[in-house]
């Protein structure tokens, strides 16, 4: 089996051995490394250059506001009494979340799935450019993500869906090098 990081590429590297992290604490990206991490995202692959997506997102007291949000969501969706009363604090696990919503873009080409697709490479695109910059996060969706009220809780039109809680942050620890894995489990040939 080849390596795990065959080359002295950093962009190989950062590919190969991507983690996600759940123990996240400040810092968190500064305003210049949140532009950064922005234009990976509007890197993601983009039918029709549509734009299909938006982007909200939540540190200080931000993230409070986004907590009030989820715990109203949480008590209109009529969610267990547990998940309401943690619904406030679940934002407060990173100190930056980015909301990912899809805000699929007329088209008479590009189907509505094809655009959520887009907005959802978005998330990976900011965690891989979190991650070059040395910093953490993991893609979170849960209840708050399939809950319809909290799209109405976050404004979303109706055609918009979340597609990912994006939380980033510094690791609380250094994180351990991915399992390595036999791609070939995974492909075959038509
Ligand atoms: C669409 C999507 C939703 C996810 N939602 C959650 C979640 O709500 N909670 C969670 O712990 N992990 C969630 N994950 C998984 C983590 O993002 C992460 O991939 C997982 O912990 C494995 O870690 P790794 O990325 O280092 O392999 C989700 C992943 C995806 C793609």
New binding site residues.
């Given amino acids: 089996m080849a390596e795990l990081s065959p080359a002295d590429d950093p962009a190989l590297t950062l590919l190969l051995t991507?983690?996600?992290c759940?123990a996240l604490v400040a810092p968190a990206p500064d305003d210049a490394e949140l532009e950064l991490i922005l234009r990976a995202a509007l890197r993601a692959p983009d039918f029709q250059h549509l734009r299909p997506f938006r982007f909200l997102a939540a540190r200080d007291e931000g993230l409070q506001r986004l907590g009030a949000a989820l715990h109203r969501a949480a008590v209109r969706g009529e969610r267990p009494q547990a998940e309401i009363e943690r619904a406030p604090r679940m934002p407060l696990r990173a100190p930056l979340v980015i909301v990912v919503i899809a805000s699929p873009q007329p088209s008479d080409i590009v189907p509505v799935f094809d655009q959520e697709l887009c907005a959802?490479s978005c998330v990976l695109m900011m965690q891989l450019a979190a991650c070059a910059l040395g910093y953490g996060g993991?893609?979170?969706?849960?209840w708050p993500m399939h809950t319809p009220a909290t799209a109405r809780e976050l404004g979303l039109a109706a055609d918009e869906r979340i597609v990912?809680f994006l939380y980033l942050g510094t690791p609380r620890q250094p994180l351990p090098p991915?399992a390595a894995e036999d791609p070939a489990a995974f492909l075959s040939w038509i």
Avoid: D, K, Q, T
């Fill in positions: 991507r983690r996600s759940h959802a993991v893609w979170r969706s849960g990912g991915p």
